[in-house]
C-alpha cells in the first residue's frame, strides 16, 4: 500500500500550508492580510464574463485540443503586438500556466534528466519537475545583487550530459528581477553551445517599472527553435481562476509533439477560451493603468520595508513580488508565529516564507517574499504589522 | 535538439488524426457523420450555464486545490445517492477524468512500474501512462465473449513485482462491458493478495442498460482504502466542454498525498465548478430520461450492425460505444478510405479503427468503436453508410 516514492518526494506547497493557521486567525476574529499570494485585486475586465455569459449553446462540447481557433488568432495578435512573432500554429492553449510549464518538461526531459532553474524560483517548478523525474539544478542568484544571473563560466559549470534545459521566469517569481537583453543573449549562447531549450515563463511580460523596456526570450535571434515561451492571462488580466494559459514555439517539431500531450487530455474548458478572446482583444493600452498602480504599490512596499529597522529590499523591476531579507533566523517560524500568536490593532499577516523557493538547502532561511498586489492602506496596514511583528519577536515565548 | 524519449514514444490520438481527412470530406460537400467520438447531442442541462451567467465577482480569483467546498459537497451528495459512501473531505476536484487518471498513475505508479489494463481499452489511458513511464500492460478480453474479464488466473499471471494498479472503465469504453459485483470481487482479491490499488473509471455510472444495476468498485468491502474513483460530469450531464473531473478515495493518505498534485497546479477553473454544484443537484431521476434515449439509440446500432453482411458486436450493456468487427483486414485503412474515398448519398462516416485501443500489438485490426451519441436519423444513415461503404470496399482501387 505504498505510494510511489515521486509523490511521496514532493513538498506541501510552502505557501499553502500556512492557510490553517490563517483560518485559526480568522476565527480568532483578526484580520489576516494577504501578502503572501499572488491573487490581484484588480478587477477582471468586464470583457470576460460578458463574452461568456453571451455563449449560448445547447451543448457545452469539447473544445479543440490545441485551443479555440479564434483564442490562437486572438493570442498571436496580442503577441504580433508585443514585438513576439508568433503565429496561431505556433500556439497551444493550457490549463493556466501551470499546463504549459508540466507540458514544456514532459517535452524536453526524460527521467534522471536536469533543467537549470535560476533560485529563488517559483515553487511549483519543482512540483512539476518532480513527478517527471526530472531534477531542478539551482542556479543561485542574490539578494544584495538584485538576483541578476551570475557569470556565464558559474552557469556552465552546472550543466551535465543530463542538462536538457534552462527555465526561468522573467519578470521573476519571487524576485521581481527583469533580466537584461545581455543576459537573455549570454543564456542564448550557453543553450546553443550544450544544446539546451530554453523554458522563458513570461507571464509578468507587462509588468516592468522605471521605463524598462522588457525583452522576450522569442525575441533573441538564433535559438528560435529552442525557445518555449509560457504563458498565462492569470496575471496579465487578473484572470487566476480562469486557467487559460499557453505555450507557443517556432519549433514545430515540438509543437506538434506537445499536441499529442494536449490530446490526451481533450481539451481546455471551452468558456474560459470564449471569454479570453475578448481578453487579448483589449489591446496593450489595457496594462498601462495596471502597471501605473503596481509600480505605486511597489514603491510603497519598497520604501515601506527598507524603513523597517533589520529589514532590507533591493527595488524589484518587475512582477508583482519583493524578496525581503529579515533579521530573523527562521522566516518560516516568524511568518507561522506571525499568524498563530502575534496581532497588531486586530490584524495580522501572512507572508511566504523563501525558503521554500531555493532549491539550495540552507539559502533563504531569513527571506521573505511579499506579493503587493493589494490596495495602498492594506499594504501600508501589512508594513506596520510586520514592523511590529519584528520588535515582538525576539521576546516571544519558545 | 532531440525531444524527451517519452514525448516521442507517445502516439497521436488514433482518433483525432482521421480529423483532417473528415476536414477534407466536409470541404467537398460531404455530410460527415461522426460516430468516432463519444460527444453526446444531449442538451447540457440549463442549470448549469444559468449558475455560471448569475455568477457575479469583481475578480475571478483562484479556486481552493482541492475544489470550491460547495461543489465537493455536490459531489458527496450524489455519491451518497448513488449508494457510494464518500464524504467531501474525500474527494479532490480535478480538470475533467483526464487529470483524475493522471494524478492516479503518479500517485500510485514510479517510473518503471507497471498498471494492469483490460485491453480494448480508452486509448487515452497510455497517452496518460507512457509520459509518466507506466507500464500499461493489457488484460486481453474479447469481443466474441462480450468483453468479460477472464480468470482470475490468466489476470494473476500478469503480475510482477513492479505491478502497482489495475485499472479499469467501468462501464467500459470501448467495449461497453458492465463488470458484475463478482468480476469486481475478485478484482479485490487480486489487489489483496498482491498489494495493488484498484483505480476504477466509473464516468458511464449511470448508463447500465436492460435492467443491470450498477456495481461501484467503491462498494465492494474490504478494499476500501486501495480504491481511487475517477470521475467526470463530460458524459453524465453531457457537459464534455466544461472539464470538470473528480478524484475519490477512503484512503487519507493518498488524497493529501494527491492534494500536493493540485496544489502545484493551483486549481481547477472557477466559473465551471459554480455550474457543477447545480448539475450535482439535479437528482438521480434526472438520468432516467437520458438513460433512456441512450438505450434506445444502442438498440438501433446494435441491430443495424448485425444486419450488416459480415459485421458483429455482441449486444453492450453500458456506456454508449459499442466494438464492432468488420470483413474487413485493416479498419484503419478502411475509416480512412471512408473519409476519403468513399461517399453515400452526399454523406461519409467517422469511425474510431480499434486497433488503438489496444496495448497488444494487431488486435483489434479489423475491429472499430462506433459512439450512439447521436440521434436516430444520423445513426440510421451513419449505419447505413457503413453498410454501402463494406460493400464498395473490396472493389476499391488500391
Known sequence: MELS??????????????????EQAKKKGLSVIHMNIGQPDVKTPKAFKQAINAFDVDVIAYSFSQGEPALLMAIADYYQKSGIAFAPEDILVTNGGSEALIFAIYATCDAGDEILIPEPFYTNYNGFSKPANVQAVPITTKSEEAFCLPKKEEIESLITERTKAIL????????????????????????????????????????????????????IPGVEDRVVIVDSISKRFSACGARIGSLASKNQVLIASVLKLCQARLCVPTLEQVGAI??????????????????????????????IAGAMCKKPR?????????????????????????????????????????????????????????????????????????????????
Chains 1, 2 share one sequence.
Not at 546553443?192 to 524598462?212: M, N, Q, S, T
Not at 482583444?281 to 489595457?286: S, T
Request: no cysteine; net charge negative; proline share 4%.
Open 5 to 22: 516514492k515521486r509523490i511521496q518526494a514532493m513538498q506541501e506547497s510552502p505557501i499553502r500550508k500556512l492557510v490553517p493557521l490563517a
Open 168 to 219: 526561468f521566469s522573467n519578470p521573476g517569481n519571487p524576485t521581481g528581477a527583469v533580466y537584461t537583453q545581455e543576459e537573455l543573449m549570454m543564456l542564448a549562447d550557453i543553450a546553443k553551445k550544450h544544446d539546451l531549450y530554453l523554458i522563458a515563463d513570461e507571464v509578468y511580460r507587462e509588468f516592468v517599472y522605471d521605463g524598462l523596456s522588457f525583452t522576450s526570450m522569442a525575441s
Open 278 to 307: 475578448e481578453l487579448y482583444k483589449l489591446g496593450l493600452d489595457y496594462f498601462q493603468e495596471v502597471k501605473e498602480e503596481y509600480d505605486w504599490r511597489r514603491n510603497i512596499v519598497y520604501e515601506g520595508v527598507n524603513q
Open 318 to 398: 518587475g512582477a508583482f513580488y519583493v524578496v525581503v531579507d529579515l533579521p530573523v533566523e527562521d522566516a518560516d517560524d516568524f511568518a507561522r508565529w506571525m499568524l498563530a500568536d502575534f496581532s497588531y490593532e486586530g490584524a495580522t499577516l501572512m507572508v511566504a516564507p523563501a525558503a521554500g523557493f531555493y532549491a539550495t538547502k540552507g539559502l533563504g532561511a531569513n527571506q521573505i517574499r511579499l506579493a503587493y498586489v493589494l490596495e495602498e492602506d492594506q499594504l501600508r496596514r501589512g508594513l506596520k504589522v510586520l514592523e511590529e511583528a519584528l520588535k515582538a519577536y525576539p521576546a516571544r515565548k519558545a
